[in-house]
């Protein structure tokens, strides 16, 4: 989809900052204002006004999208002519009311929850009439086309918002609501529009993706959900991975499905954060390392190719040493090929935050480093395992860090943005493409091969 923006539309600099689903989110609000006539801006020099949407998921992304917004507000100050900022996203969902008063500079503040109503919010904060009026009352009904803007062959696809789950160290539900699942017909019309454009894989997201349609009440499942985006992604070839099940999510259907369906990849993401039964029960959350260990088995028994992936939260209130190493071991003994490790932070407004058992911020950090290294590890020897496969490869676009460009990819069992890539140093193909790359040389979680044709490479991966 292209919309020519008018002749003297004002242009938009969008800042994007957090996760995948916020970049979703912005792709939404672009896509409104490209329709409603708006043009964007490549930097602040070609630019009328500025959108930043904001993370909020910790402290420090939350002092970091500040951060952010008051250098654009220094640069607009210095430029020639007026910069009207908008803060858009987690900040204002967390703190709107404190923020008109705490930040002046900013123009207008717009929770997620607000965010279609963006173009009438522009409109607004640049005094323009708008072109197209209907596109701004995105909010009012369903649109007949999705609100994608998406480049290369990887699109995420944002399948619920919100969550229900209340983990004790996360601001999540405070911020993004109780959990609501976008309704099949909406995801099927975005996949199918995004897959005759070229997209070849979707990344299906959402802050607990295992118990999309619950809520719907119509039946739906998540794994009924990738029965029938298989079949309407089959006629293209592409991919349906799935990031953020939580375990208990992982129902004897929903293993099926991803074992069944050919286009669901084998690229499992369980989020364990921990795997003591007490420090999850005061997380708020369920299982244990013995609960844990069987489900992975059972994974692997049945999906048998399959990748794992986890998220490991050291430093939580409470947290012994003996804990801590009890999640390190289980870490290495259950060979994740790739773990996120994050520090635990004290997030206002949380349950963990009123705990008076904090552990000290040294002993956090150095927990952290330990299940990293341990992390890495692993990871590193995953991806030096995949050395001598032919598997195929989609192309993100051109590295210029070296001495000579080269094409850089991702493989099935590397998500987009967070596993590493593929470097292919022989061979030609363009961004967006699919192809067949025989991986020769692995360097920590990068790879590196050469493309393949015909028959030379056997089977794709
Ligand atoms: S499942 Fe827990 S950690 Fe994940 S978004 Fe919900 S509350 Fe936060």
Redesign the pocket.
């Known amino acids: 989809m292209t919309h020519a923006p008018e002749a003297e539309a004002p242009h938009v600099l969008f800042v994007t900052l957090g996760c995948a689903k916020n970049e979703v989110d912005t792709d939404r609000m672009r896509s409104l204002l490209l329709r409603a006539g708006y043009g964007e801006a490549d930097d602040t020099n070609d630019a009328d006004a500025v959108i930043v949407n904001t993370c909020s998921f910790l402290a420090s992304a939350t002092s970091e999208s500040v951060e952010r917004t008051l250098e654009l507000a220094e640069a607009a100050r210095e430029g020639v002519r007026e910069l009207p900022i908008v803060m858009c996203g987690c900040v204002p969902s967390r703190y709107g009311a404190d923020l008109p008063s705490e930040l002046p500079e900013v123009a207008s503040f717009v929770r997620a929850d607000e965010e279609d109503g963006i173009v009438s919010v522009m409109d607004g904060v640049l005094g323009r009439e708008s072109v197209v009026p209907a596109a701004a009352g995105a909010a009012s009904g369903p649109l007949t086309q999705p609100l994608r803007t998406v480049q290369g062959a990887s699109a995420y696809v944002k399948i619920s918002d919100g ?1 229900d ?3 004790s ?2 601001a ?2 405070y911020i993004r609501g109780r959990y609501a699942s976008r309704p099949y017909r909406e995801i099927e019309r975005e996949v199918s529009a995004l897959a005759r454009e070229g997209v070849r894989e979707f990344v299906l997201i959402g ?2 993706t295992g118990i999309w349609g619950e809520d719907l009440g119509e039946g739906d499942t998540l794994a009924s959900l990738l029965t029938r985006l298989g079949e309407v992604v089959r006629p293209y070839g592409a991919w349906l991975r799935v990031l ?1 099940l ?1 375990p208990e999510g992982m129902t004897d259907e929903l293993i099926a499905a991803i074992r069944d369906v050919p286009e669901v990849l084998p690229y499992i993401d369980i ?1 364990i ?1 921990h795997c003591n039964a007490r420090v999850l029960r005061s997380m708020n ?1 369920t299982g244990s390392a013995e609960e844990f260990s069987a489900l992975f088995s059972r994974l692997r028994r049945e999906i048998p190719d399959m990748v794992l992936r986890t998220t490991g939260l050291v430093g939580f209130p409470g947290e012994t040493d003996e804990e801590f190493e009890e999640l390190l071991a289980f870490v290495g003994r259950e060979e994740f090929d790739y773990t996120s490790v994050f520090t635990y932070s004290r997030e206002e407004g949380t349950a963990g935050a009123r705990m008076s058992d904090q552990v000290p911020e040294d002993v956090k950090l150095e927990r952290t480093q330990r299940l990293h290294d341990v992390a890495e590890e692993l990871g590193f020897s995953a991806t030096a395992s995949h050395v001598g496969e032919v598997v195929d490869v989609i192309v993100d676009g051109l590295d210029t860090d070296g001495e000579v460009p080269e094409l850089i990819g991702h493989a099935w069992f590397q998500a987009p943005d967070c596993d590493g890539a593929v470097h292919i140093s022989e061979g030609e193909a363009a961004v967006g493409d699919v192809v067949r790359v025989r991986l020769t040389e692995a360097f920590c979680y990068e790879l590196e091969g050469e493309i393949v044709h015909g028959d030379e490479g056997g089977e794709a991966a």
Do not use: A, L
């Open positions: 969550c789950r209340f983990c160290f996360c999540i539900p802050q607990d953020y939580q989020p954060q959350r």
